[in-house]
């Protein structure tokens, strides 16, 4: 599929650049309405996943969106909750699950979540099918969007019919190049938000498996990238940052993929420098389209319009779930 330059204006002109895009949804908008029905089911591992389901109605077997949020979200963020309101508003199921300790509790493993967790975004298809969808399509936002793609890569040719397509937003294709782009100067709004919340869950892990994480070096972690060195990365397997990176960014899974996939980045996406993502590589895919906006960026898309309920994402991926 080739790649497609959005060229009309998504924003108001009273967010004049990425950062204001990416940043005044996640202040400033409320979604009403949602009602969501949560459940918790068990891993192979013996953790848990929290997940929440919004249903559209009515008992005729539908089709199912499962909706994967980004770096320390949750199901209640805005772009999720967004996307839930609109999709089922139109026949669609929802189910937007919640990362290892993301769900509003601490889970039970030394473990948490990371970019390549797939094994859990698996579970939760799999508890999909089991509770009878036949047709299952995916919504990933940010680093939700990372683990999208390389779980449809991972799968490739042998990937269960009754996954239809997917749709991600704002992807770090390439961890280590937005790993470090976070770090400029005029990005560290982002990181220290992120570490806010990521250095005390990393300490009440500690506490509860001190022989796993040791917190000699937590004055260290100053940037996303001493976390998952210090931390995601040892705790997960991996030998450090970098290896880290190079296992689980999805620019190295696209190619296999075999499904219907769109993803939509903003080129002024402050996170996600549009030069890291695999350009090249997506331009000669025969499934899956890179849509690149002028604006909107990192997880914002707000419109012009005030009176717009929904966001230009929400309805640009309605119509396109609804083609496949």
Same mark, same amino acid.
């Given at each position: ?6 060229? *009309? ?11 204001? /895009? ?7 908008? /409320? ?24 249903? =559209? ?7 199912? %969106? #499962? ?40 889970? /039970? ?7 390549? =967790? ?15 969808? &036949? ?23 042998? %990937?269960?019919?009754? %996954?239809?397509? $997917? ?9 280590? =190049?937005?790993?470090? &782009? ?5 990005? /560290?709004?982002?990181? *220290? ?24 070096? *937590? ?21 450090? =940052? ?14 296999? #993929?075999?499904?219907?996939?769109? #993803?939509?980045? $903003? ?30 960026? *990192? ?26």
């Amino acid at each position: 599929m080739p790649l497609v330059h959005y060229s *009309h204006q998504i924003s108001p002109f009273w967010l004049p650049n990425g950062h204001f /895009q990416s940043i005044y949804p996640a202040l400033f908008r /409320q979604i009403n309405g949602i009602k969501y029905f949560r459940e918790k089911i068990v891993t192979p591992d013996d953790d848990f996943l929290n997940l929440d389901w919004s249903y =559209a109605g009515n008992e005729v077997p539908k089709p199912l %969106i #499962i909706l994967s949020h980004g770096l320390e979200g949750n199901s209640t963020r805005q772009y999720i909750t967004g996307m839930v309101k609109l999709l089922t508003q139109n026949g669609f199921d929802c189910l937007a699950w919640n990362f290892r300790s993301c769900g509003g509790e601490m889970n /039970q493993t030394a473990r948490f979540y990371h970019s390549g =967790a797939t094994e859990d975004l698996n579970a939760v298809i799999n508890y999909a099918f089991e509770k009878g969808y &036949a047709d299952v399509r995916l919504v990933g936002f940010s680093l939700g969007g990372n683990l999208t793609l390389k779980y449809l890569g991972e799968q490739g040719a042998a %990937i269960d019919n009754r %996954i239809k397509g $997917a749709i991600v937003f704002s992807v770090p294709m390439d961890l280590k =190049a937005c790993s470090l &782009a976070i770090i400029e100067p005029r990005n /560290q709004i982002y990181m *220290h938000r992120f570490l806010k919340s990521l250095k005390p869950k990393v300490m009440e892990k500690a506490a509860l498996y001190p022989q796993r994480i040791d917190l000699k070096d *937590h004055a260290l972690v100053k940037t996303l990238y001493d976390f998952d060195h210090i931390y995601t990365a040892p705790l997960h397997g991996f030998e450090g =940052a970098d290896h880290y990176y190079a296992e689980c960014s999805s620019q190295f899974f696209v190619e296999p #993929i075999t499904v219907p996939t769109m #993803i939509v980045n $903003a080129e002024n996406d402050p996170i996600v420098p549009f030069g890291s993502l695999p350009i090249d590589v997506l331009r000669a895919h025969p499934n899956v389209t890179l849509l690149a906006t002028r604006d909107g960026g *990192h997880c914002g898309f707000r419109p012009a319009r005030l009176t717009d309920e929904f966001y230009w994402s929400e309805k640009y991926a309605l119509g396109f779930l609804s083609g496949l």
